[in-house]
């Protein structure tokens, strides 16, 4: 499974991940963005990137230090 972060455009973590899909509809984050990044798209929707990261994380079970795949 591949880890997905803010630089990662919305489209690539629902290929990725589809069952991200619920938490960005919940959050009322644009799934179809246009290839703009997760942290761009949490921006325009009013929310921290950091706080959606984790959430997303969280949901993944990636929440453990040192999950980031660019660490």
Known sequence: M???D???TVPDWL???PET???FQELG???HCGG???EYASLEAGLDPEAVLARLRSLLGGDRPGSDRRA
Do not use: P, R
Request: one cysteine or more; charged letters at 35%.
């Open 21 to 23: 899909l619920a938490v």
């Open 36 to 38: 703009k990044s997760l």
């Open 29 to 31: 984050v644009d799934q």
């Open 2 to 4: 591949t880890e997905c």
């Open 15 to 17: 290929i990725e991940h």
């Open 6 to 8: 803010l630089d990662d």
